[in-house]
């Protein structure tokens, strides 16, 4: 197998996050791969780097202004009331995307390691990169959806996309990758393919009908699947598919979305993918010999997301065939048993997808829609590689210059102006924008918004002005059982504005005390960067959110 230079991003501080108890999104389970990752001696094989944080303004590349300053700012006391009790940023089901202890700093961790892996491809420095504490693909321009906050993804692809000039994206997550393909749904110069269950299932988009918009008409592509597909199954829909999307789109990088709750056995999924399959998908896109990034996404069998992100690892590397599937001794070996071994069988539920046919309609009506990409006509990017200085001119913004300046400020605005992705579901009174206030029609306007929890839609009412939004004097103070505290809402707890500024300027550095009590003031404590090792060696991470996933095989 020919070797391949790897860039591996990880923050030893990422582990210490939790979104609360019981809540089944763990980023320590980034942690617990790191150390599986460690204990095969795969750190001497490439280059491990710390990514810097990535600043509150790298992430408005994407996310509007109003939601990086509330992110930057909120805490589990304030959310109530800066999200106007659940109307704005973090809405619907508040369980889903909590507003937990140092949210933005693990936010800037995510997506920091994903724009350095980016950089790393760009710069040529490196043929592979990773980041599996990113892969965060539901996060909207302004709001929070499916335990992703800011996505890592969309500004991953914004940095490649100053010097590829066509990115293939493919996302292996059982969810249906809505939050990018929402970012890139009217642009030819990054192809979105999603491979997701579909049917009363989150985020609730992403059927075949679903395939872009304007000039990005085609490059989008769904493939909506059923419980219980096996490897054998997934393999006869994923490597066509891709192999078309190849011959057809001709990317110049890919990023693949590695979210491991398509495996067998997740929490929250329905696949019946054994860890050879998952990984197979990972292994395909290598011998591409394509640059390549490999991200996470979810997961919520922890030990089985550990084993397959660091299976993946050594597939990057090359060496899967070389490791010995009986884990070696690591901090978490305990936690892998019975079998203590690198994989994630099969089970024996029964494949839907094999049902009256329903793969082989949905495989042959991707590789139509590929067929017409092909045959209708060259794709007006062109198959020509795209000058740096023209990619604004490619996106519809013309730019009075071609410096860098515009450049950003050009995928910026691009990346703003999203489509609103249609939904049958929806009324016609109902409206995905959270900042329109013109609306004249006396009745509260609604949106649905579905939970990655429950698969339930639910409603939320807005407010039919602005005016109405600042409901400041509205307390919503109730008794916390767990903090043994009244929280949430009360006038003047929060962040004050020069605080703000400190925050901002530290473009997410510094850490409150990782979750524990002692940040749990009106005030935002901040550890010192020397300060940030010790703690994170020492804490007794998240112990009390992750007992209820290792005790059981
Ligand atoms: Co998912």
Same mark, same amino acid.
């Given at each position: 197998?020919s070797?391949?230079?790897?860039?591996?991003?990880?923050?030893?501080?990422?582990?210490?996050?939790?979104?609360?108890?019981? +809540?089944?999104?763990?980023p320590?389970?980034?942690?617990?791969?790191?150390?599986?990752?460690?204990?095969?001696?795969?750190?001497?094989?490439?280059?491990?780097?710390r990514?810097k944080?990535?600043?509150?303004?790298?992430?408005?590349?994407?996310?509007?202004?109003?939601?990086?300053?509330?992110?930057?700012?909120?805490?589990p006391?304030?959310?109530?009331?800066?999200?106007?009790?659940?109307?704005? =940023?973090?809405?619907g089901?508040?369980?889903?995307?909590?507003?937990?202890?140092?949210?933005?700093?693990?936010? #800037?961790?995510?997506?920091?390691?994903?724009?350095?892996?980016?950089?790393?491809?760009?710069?040529?420095?490196?043929?592979?990169?990773?980041?599996?504490?990113?892969?965060?693909? +539901? *996060?909207?321009?302004?709001?929070?959806?499916? /335990?992703?906050y800011?996505?890592?993804?969309v500004?991953?692809?914004?940095?490649?996309?100053?010097?590829?000039?066509?990115?293939?994206?493919?996302?292996?997550?059982? +969810?249906?990758?809505?939050?990018v393909?929402?970012?890139?749904y009217?642009?030819?110069?990054?192809?979105?393919?999603s491979f +997701?269950?579909?049917?009363? /299932?989150?985020?609730?988009?992403?059927?075949?009908?679903?395939?872009?918009?304007?000039?990005?008409?085609?490059?989008?592509?769904?493939?909506?699947l059923d419980?219980?597909?096996?490897?054998?199954?997934?393999?006869?829909?994923?490597?066509?598919?891709?192999?078309?999307?190849?011959?057809?789109?001709?990317?110049?990088a890919?990023?693949?979305?590695?979210?491991a709750?398509?495996?067998?056995?997740?929490k929250?999924?329905?696949?019946?993918?054994?860890?050879?399959?998952?990984?197979?998908?990972?292994?395909?896109?290598?011998?591409?010999?394509?640059?390549?990034?490999?991200l996470?996404?979810?997961?919520?069998?922890?030990?089985?997301?550990?084993?397959?992100?660091?299976?993946?690892?050594a597939?990057?590397?090359?060496?899967?065939?070389?490791?010995?599937?009986?884990?070696?001794? $690591?901090?978490?070996?305990?936690? =892998?048993?019975?079998?203590?071994?690198? !994989?994630?069988?099969?089970?024996?539920?029964?494949?839907?997808?094999?049902?009256?046919?329903?793969?082989?309609?949905?495989?042959?009506?991707?590789?139509?829609?590929?067929?017409?990409?092909?045959?209708?006509?060259?794709?007006?990017?062109?198959?020509?590689?795209v000058?740096?200085? $023209?990619?604004?001119?490619?996106?519809?913004?013309?730019?009075?210059?071609?410096?860098?300046?515009?450049?950003?400020? #050009?995928?910026?605005?691009?990346?703003?102006?999203?489509?609103?992705?249609?939904?049958?579901?929806?009324? $016609?009174n109902?409206?995905?924008?959270?900042?329109?206030?013109?609306?004249?029609? #006396? *009745?509260?306007?609604?949106?649905?918004?579905?939970?990655?929890?429950?698969?339930?839609?639910?409603?939320?009412?807005?407010?039919?002005?602005?005016?109405?939004?600042?409901?400041?004097f509205? #307390?919503?103070?109730?008794?916390?059982?767990?903090?043994?505290?009244?929280?949430?809402?009360?006038?003047?707890?929060?962040?004050?504005?020069?605080?703000?500024?400190?925050?901002m300027?530290?473009?997410?550095q510094?850490?409150?005390?990782?979750?524990?009590?002692a940040?749990?003031?009106?005030?935002?404590?901040?550890?010192?960067?020397?300060?940030?090792?010790? !703690?994170?060696?020492?804490s007794?991470?998240?112990?009390d959110?992750?007992?209820?996933?290792?005790?059981?095989?």
């Amino acid at each position: 197998m020919s070797k391949r230079r790897v860039a591996y991003y990880y923050d030893p501080d990422v582990g210490a996050y939790t979104y609360g108890l019981g +809540h089944p999104m763990k980023p320590h389970r980034v942690r617990v791969t790191h150390d599986l990752v460690s204990s095969y001696g795969m750190l001497s094989q490439m280059h491990v780097l710390r990514p810097k944080r990535a600043s509150p303004e790298s992430m408005t590349a994407f996310h509007t202004d109003e939601y990086i300053n509330f992110l930057a700012r909120v805490t589990p006391e304030t959310a109530e009331e800066l999200t106007h009790g659940g109307l704005l =940023f973090l809405v619907g089901e508040l369980p889903d995307n909590p507003a937990f202890e140092g949210v933005f700093e693990f936010c #800037s961790i995510s997506a920091g390691g994903s724009i350095a892996a980016a950089q790393r491809i760009n710069s040529g420095a490196a043929d592979i990169a990773i980041n599996w504490a990113g892969g965060l693909h +539901h *996060a909207k321009k302004g709001e929070a959806s499916g /335990f992703c906050y800011i996505n890592d993804i969309v500004l991953c692809i914004l940095e490649l996309l100053r010097v590829h000039p066509r990115v293939l994206y493919i996302d292996i997550d059982i +969810h249906h990758g809505d939050g990018v393909e929402e970012a890139f749904y009217t642009t030819d110069r990054v192809m979105c393919a999603s491979f +997701h269950k579909f049917g009363e /299932f989150f985020p609730g988009t992403g059927t075949q009908d679903d395939r872009g918009r304007g000039r990005g008409k085609g490059y989008s592509l769904n493939v909506p699947l059923d419980d219980g597909i096996t490897d054998a199954a997934y393999k006869s829909v994923f490597e066509p598919v891709v192999t078309k999307i190849l011959e057809t789109f001709r990317p110049s990088a890919v990023v693949l979305q590695c979210g491991a709750d398509s495996l067998s056995g997740d929490k929250l999924g329905g696949f019946n993918l054994s860890l050879a399959g998952h990984a197979a998908c990972v292994q395909f896109m290598r011998r591409t010999g394509l640059p390549l990034i490999l991200l996470g996404g979810g997961g919520y069998t922890v030990k089985n997301v550990a084993r397959a992100w660091t299976f993946e690892t050594a597939c990057a590397l090359g060496v899967e065939d070389e490791i010995d599937v009986n884990l070696p001794w $690591s901090e978490y070996f305990h936690w =892998f048993g019975p079998r203590y071994r690198l !994989e994630v069988m099969q089970s024996n539920m029964e494949d839907l997808n094999l049902r009256d046919g329903m793969l082989d309609r949905v495989r042959e009506r991707a590789l139509e829609q590929l067929q017409q990409l092909r045959s209708g006509g060259a794709p007006s990017v062109g198959m020509h590689d795209v000058p740096r200085q $023209s990619l604004g001119d490619h996106l519809g913004f013309t730019a009075e210059e071609d410096t860098h300046d515009e450049l950003d400020e #050009s995928l910026a605005q691009h990346a703003r102006y999203v489509y609103t992705l249609p939904d049958p579901d929806l009324s $016609s009174n109902a409206s995905d924008s959270t900042d329109s206030s013109d609306d004249d029609d #006396s *009745a509260p306007r609604r949106r649905k918004r579905m939970s990655i929890l429950t698969n339930r839609y639910v409603d939320i009412d807005l407010p039919k002005s602005a005016h109405e939004k600042r409901s400041f004097f509205k #307390s919503k103070a109730r008794w916390n059982e767990r903090l043994e505290s009244v929280t949430a809402g009360a006038v003047g707890v929060g962040v004050t504005v020069a605080e703000l500024g400190g925050v901002m300027e530290r473009g997410g550095q510094g850490v409150r005390n990782g979750g524990r009590s002692a940040g749990r003031g009106a005030g935002r404590e901040v550890v010192e960067e020397g300060d940030r090792e010790r !703690e994170v060696d020492d804490s007794n991470v998240d112990v009390d959110g992750d007992v209820d996933d290792w005790d059981m095989e």
